[in-house]
T-cell receptor, first 114, second 111 residues
Framework: DAGVTQSPTHLIKTRGQQVTLRCSPK?????VSWYQQALGQGPQFIFQ???????QRGNFPDRFSGHQFPNYSSELNVNALLLGDSALYLC?????????????FGPGTRLTVL | EDQVTQSPEALRLQEGESSSLNCSYT??????LFWYRQDPGKGPEFLFT???AGEEKEKERLKATLTKKESFLHITAPKPEDSATYLC????????????FGKGTSLLVTP
């Protein structure tokens, strides 16, 4: 049973560039959430996708956008990168109407903005 | 605004020395409280979900408990492989499935 997978593992970009991160949810899951984790901090919720629509959004600017595909996989796009966007980006998945709310996380993508 | 505060920030234990980690929360309408373990450079690993005050769950050397204001993660006779950051998160009943995390407790267990 494949868990949550993310690609790439690491990424280095320069300020002003754009980046796309990818996530495949755990088998049987239909909801994908994205989190940003700065060094020494807990993960911060960016947004959540279900049925190919953004259902909920955290306190992040419009530079952060996403997409969910019919196979439930998801992308996170960040435009006009800032130094402060350097972080570990985590994808989590869950089965929305399963009666349990556990989210399972992928290994993350480490983004460094120079 | 929902708040999650974990203490201590860091904890160093000798192997076999039991202790507890604390997670205090303020949320109007708790759907669930979650504990995760995170190893350096990796994604959080799910441990427990607690839904109501008085609930307890156990897994190997870990036991999680929940009251109306806080949760404890008790570690009994820890081993070096229990060294990790332990994260607590709350889910609000009106906030969909978003998790609001604390900053975590960094646990180091020495032989």
């Amino acid at each position: 049973d494949a868990g949550v997978t993310q690609s790439p593992t690491h990424l280095i970009k320069t300020r002003g560039q754009q980046v796309t991160l990818r996530c495949s949810p755990k088998s049987g899951h239909d909801t994908v959430s994205w989190y940003q984790q700065a060094l020494g901090q807990g993960p911060q919720f960016i947004f959540q996708y279900y049925e190919e629509e953004e259902r909920q959004r955290g306190n992040f600017p419009d530079r952060f956008s996403g997409h969910q595909f019919p196979n439930y996989s998801s992308e996170l796009n960040v435009n006009a990168l800032l130094l402060g966007d350097s972080a570990l980006y985590l994808c989590a998945s869950n089965k929305r109407d399963r009666g349990s709310n556990e989210q399972f996380f992928g290994p993350g993508t480490r983004l460094t903005v120079l | 605004e929902d708040q999650v505060t974990q203490s201590p920030e860091a904890l160093r234990l000798q192997e076999g020395e039991s202790s507890s980690l604390n997670c205090s929360y303020t949320v109007s309408g708790l759907r669930g409280l979650f504990w995760y373990r995170q190893d350096p450079g990796k994604g959080p690993e799910f441990l427990f979900t607690l839904y109501s005050a008085g609930e307890e769950k156990e897994k190997e050397r870990l036991k999680a408990t929940l009251t109306k204001k806080e949760s404890f993660l008790h570690i009994t006779a820890p081993k070096p492989e229990d060294s990790a950051t332990y994260l607590c998160a709350v889910q609000h009943s009106n906030s969909g499935y978003a998790l609001n995390f604390g900053k975590g407790t960094s646990l180091l267990v020495t032989p």
